[in-house]
């Protein structure tokens, strides 16, 4: 009926670094066709918890700082991914009381974690749940970063490729072109 749609599978492996026999056994049903890895929690006590809850304890720019050196120490290891996904997920909660969200204040930090991937050999998601802001796609480039994806962090229908012809546009303009396929990573345009 749709002879040239083509569905991928792939799987977000959320601390892929922490959680390696989970993760191998996951992988082990594959084939997926591409592998996500993400970073949603940072050590709290002798446990884990997102930054949602730590903003409730910590001034939020320590908890963004301490965030940013934990994707630098996932990526950094042989945990099989090959995607970041969502390398600003702290902003998704950032407190009001904290005032606008302003990334230049963690310039280094970012540069740092987008130096890191992109040293890993992985590709970068713009991830358009919350904008991505453009200064970290420049960084990205910047830093070396060979690759994008998009995902939308979809968690309803309606969401599926939300802002998506944003995100392109955003990825053209930092230097960064479509595949041969539309299901292909988007490279380098130098």
Same mark, same amino acid.
């Given at each position: 009926m749709f002879p040239s749609l083509r569905i991928l599978s792939g799987v977000e492996m959320g601390e892929p670094h922490w959680h390696a026999a989970a993760c191998a056994e996951v992988l082990a049903a594959g084939p997926f066709d591409r592998l996500l890895g993400s970073l949603h929690c940072l050590p709290f006590g002798d446990s884990y918890t997102e930054p949602w809850n730590l903003y409730q304890y910590r001034d939020a720019p320590p908890v963004v700082r301490d965030y940013l050196a934990g994707v630098a120490e996932m990526v950094a290891t042989d945990a099989a991914f090959e995607v970041l996904a969502h390398?600003?997920?702290?902003?998704?909660?950032?407190?009001?009381? &904290?005032?606008?969200?302003?990334?230049?204040?963690?310039?280094?930090?970012?540069?740092? &974690?987008?130096?890191?991937?992109?040293?890993?050999?992985?590709?970068?998601?713009?991830?358009?749940?919350?904008?991505?802001?453009?200064?970290?796609?420049?960084w990205w480039h910047e830093e070396g970063g060979e690759a994008v994806t998009f995902g939308s962090d979809a968690h309803t229908p309606e969401l599926v490729a939300h802002a998506f012809a944003e995100a392109a546009e955003m990825a053209s303009a930092h230097g960064f072109r479509p595949g041969r396929n539309p299901h292909d990573l988007w490279g380098r345009t130098d």
């Open positions: 390398i600003d997920y702290p902003v998704r909660s950032w407190p009001l009381r &904290a005032g606008p969200f302003d990334p230049w204040l963690f310039e280094d930090e970012f540069r740092y &974690a987008l130096r890191a991937t992109a040293t890993s050999g992985r590709a970068l998601e713009i991830n358009t749940r919350i904008p991505l802001h453009p200064a970290i796609l420049r």
